[in-house]
């Protein structure tokens, strides 16, 4: 058995060889058949040439006719020599022998002709006839002439007979012979004629002949031709499915994408949402620059899966513009506030400025046209280090040309040469100049800005200079809209708590919505798949279940039973759990999922992860304005605590946990705290430093993220200075702390905090 993936070079010359032979033989054997007809079709031209030179002499001369004419002659001849015999006889008819000689008389003038003369030149005979001939016309002429010049005596006629009658051996051998001639060239011409019908026949039958050669490699060349089409009509095949094959790689290597994004997206959904609360939590003031580490990093993750999914869905053509009316200087307002820390941070100055010619209100995708102003700011701070950057707006309108909006980025970074422009907009490509390797990057964000601005009908420009900075203009149709109605405020607060199921694989992304939810005060229940959510809506609608759902936060996708499935079962169920609010949550790419979502019974497709302001305004479409944060009683400071309670973090942990897990957080704190100092004793009394450490040290972290921050520091002092301070000393640290840990319980406990 062969190998089918390897090429055999020698096997596949001769094959070439004869390929490239077979072309030049038909080549030969066309031009050699094409010179046989030519010369066959000369050969035939010839004869008919020949045959119409013959047709033409016989017409031209017609001897025929003349023979004739020279037998009129001679009859001519003897009716004038009877006459004349008769006159001499009879004299009393000369007028019959007058009309005899006038005709004689014009018949010999035939005899002067040219064809009469080339017709009977065939020897001395003929001449001495004419001679013969012409003297008794002119003897004759005296007496029957038109001018006659005496009477024709019977002398006279009998003289004249007798010279007649010596011209009758004569013309009948002249007439004998001219008509033998004229039957010798008959018969020649037919011969030629003969002779010219058999060439013309074997020229004929030659060039049938050649006809049937040339067919016959004509055919054959329309053959290889034929196989040739069907050839190339394979390859065309080969090459439609090899693209089908590649469309389908290309679709499957999208699908892939798009999945392996969604599984990266929601750990690190899950990581940015702990971090985001964490934030608002009380810490360790060193613990601020780890979580900011961690957050930076997230982040930057997740911009690089943002431009990884943008790619994704500009290639399979997923992503489509949503315009809207924009008020054009709240856009630019907003682009500049959120990028002017990044500039004041390195010292550049950020200005923001709109061409009065533009109308207030314009019709555009605000979301993408401010991710493409992002991008070029962002760049534009990165590789500035010093001077301004410029966002401007303009109108340009062309005359005879649709009006445009232009936007306007100029710096005064580093710029680039025509080099590092021509290839700025690949994907993956960065500069190679220092600066540029120093400011990092993955070269994804211009392609996609790109691809943007050509989505929307426009175009991204570029001009720079080395040193000198560079200016980016995103220009894309102008369409004046409406002005468009202010955003409803949804951070309103006190409305009704909303009953929510949460359908979600991920136990982090579970927690974190939970949390979400909870922060907003809404009461929450968690399932793992779409088949758990089933099943609480039928014990809902049987009445067997708790209070009745509002909403459905639904995981598009789950193991058992997915968010699509389980959507369309819920919405066979009866009313009013198969009329509940289901919201389905997707971080995947495609329109059919969007599609598939909604056409299951969906009310809305929000894309994860969820900000809390996204959540919030998600509540805000499907149940009003009223819907948001539960108000928190204000807690104001008490004289002389303010040691043993930091009331700003103590509102952030409310802020999170709510009324009820902040009462359980801290009576759970204080039992670990009593605890702690009981067992710190028992280690000073046993000597065992090392866990009177590991003691102090787990109170000191939770007292400080608690807001708790003399018992915090009582707690420090005795992680940090346990090996080094006496036994006195160290005994008083722990009865302080345990004094500390009494009055801060019970100051909580007069606050309300325990419950």
């Not at 005496?150 to 007439?175: C, F, R, Y």
């Not at 790689?249 to 892939?256: G, H, P, Q, T």
Request: hydrophobic share 45%; net charge neutral; glycine share 8%.
């Amino acid at each position: 058995m062969t190998d089918t993936g390897r090429v055999d070079p020698p096997a596949r010359a001769p094959a070439n060889a004869i390929a490239e032979a077979g072309p030049h033989r038909v080549s030969t054997w066309f031009g050699v058949t094409g010179l046989l007809l030519l010369a066959t079709v000369l050969a035939a031209a010839f004869v008919q040439v020949r045959q119409h030179a013959l047709l033409s002499q016989t017409v031209q001369y017609q001897d025929d006719y003349l023979v004739l004419s020279l037998y009129q002659v001679q009859v001519e001849y003897l009716r004038l020599r009877e006459q004349l015999h008769q006159e001499v006889d009879h004299p009393a008819s000369a007028s019959g022998l007058q009309l005899r000689y006038d005709i004689f008389v014009s018949r010999v003038s035939l005899l002067g002709s040219d064809r009469a003369q080339r017709l009977l030149a065939a020897g001395d005979i003929s001449k001495r006839l004419l001679r013969d001939i012409d003297s008794f016309i002119r003897r004759a002429d005296i007496y029957l002439g038109s001018d006659t010049r005496a009477s024709l005596s019977q002398q006279a006629a009998n003289a004249l007979l007798t010279e007649l009658q010596a011209l009758d051996e004569p013309i009948h051998e002249v007439m004998l012979g001219a008509s033998h001639r004229v039957a010798a060239q008959v018969t020649e011409r037919q011969q030629q004629v003969r002779q010219h019908n058999q060439i013309g026949l074997a020229l004929t039958g030659f060039l049938l002949a050649m006809v049937m050669v040339f067919a016959g490699i004509a055919m054959r060349q329309m053959r290889r031709v034929e196989e040739r089409r069907r050839r190339l009509e394979r390859l065309a095949d080969q090459l439609r499915d090899a693209r089908i094959e590649a469309e389908a790689a290309s679709e499957a290597k999208s699908e892939f994408l798009a999945d392996m994004s969604h599984e990266l997206r929601t750990p690190l959904h899950g990581l940015l949402g702990m971090l985001s609360l964490l934030k608002d939590s009380p810490r360790d003031p060193q613990a601020a620059d780890w979580m900011a580490t961690a957050d930076e990093s997230a982040q930057h993750l997740l911009r690089l899966l943002d431009d990884i999914l943008d790619l994704s869905k500009l290639e399979s053509g997923a992503l489509a513009l949503t315009p809207s009316p924009v008020m054009l200087a709240l856009l630019l307002r907003e682009v500049r506030s959120l990028l002017q820390p990044a500039a004041s941070a390195k010292g550049l100055t950020l200005h923001a400025t709109l061409d009065p010619a533009l109308p207030d209100t314009v019709l555009l995708d605000a979301t993408r046209v401010r991710q493409v102003l992002f991008n070029l700011l962002a760049n534009a701070i990165k590789y500035s280090d010093a001077g301004a950057i410029v966002l401007h707006g303009r109108l340009l309108a062309p005359e005879g040309q649709p009006p445009t909006l232009e936007f306007e980025v100029a710096d005064t970074g580093i710029g680039m040469d025509s080099e590092t422009v021509s290839r700025l907009f690949r994907r993956f490509s960065r500069t190679g100049s220092p600066g540029a390797r120093r400011h990092g990057g993955t070269g994804l964000g211009l392609a996609i800005s790109r691809n943007l601005a050509r989505l929307m009908g426009g175009e991204i420009m570029v001009r720079s200079t080395p040193g000198a900075g560079s200016v980016f203009s995103l220009r894309c149709p102008l369409q004046a809209a409406a002005a468009a109605a202010p955003s409803a405020t949804i951070d309103r607060p006190a409305g009704r708590p909303l009953q929510v199921l949460v359908a979600e694989d991920h136990p982090v992304s579970q927690l974190y919505i939970a949390t979400l939810l909870g922060r907003l005060g809404h009461h929450t229940r968690l399932v793992d798949n779409g088949l758990q959510a089933l099943r609480v809506l039928q014990a809902q609608a049987a009445g067997t279940d708790g209070p009745p759902l509002d909403l459905v936060l639904m995981d598009a996708h789950m193991p058992t039973m997915d968010g699509v499935a389980a959507t369309a079962a819920i919405r066979a169920l009866p009313a009013p759990a198969g009329r509940v609010c289901i919201l389905a949550l997707t971080a995947d790419v495609f329109v059919d999922t969007r599609q598939r979502c909604l056409a299951a019974g969906a009310a809305e497709v929000a894309t994860k992860p969820l900000s809390r302001d996204a959540l919030r305004a998600l509540l805000s479409r499907h149940f009003g304005d009223e819907i948001g944060t539960e108000a928190l009683p204000a807690l104001e400071p008490a004289a002389g605590t303010t040691l043993l309670l930091d009331r700003h973090t103590l509102l952030g942990v409310r802020d999170l946990m709510g009324k009820g897990g902040l009462s359980r957080l801290y009576a759970g704190f204080f039992v670990q705290a009593e605890d702690a100092a009981r067992r710190m004793r028992e280690s000073m009394r046993d000597a065992d430093l090392e866990a009177l450490q590991r003691c102090a040290h787990g109170t000191k972290r939770t007292a400080q993220n608690l807001g708790l921050p003399a018992l915090a520091a009582a707690a420090a002092q005795l992680d940090r200075e346990t090996n080094t301070l006496a036994v006195a000393q160290l005994a008083l640290a722990v009865q302080r702390f345990e004094e500390l840990t009494s009055a801060t319980r019970a100051l909580c406990q007069g606050e309300g905090l325990l419950g």
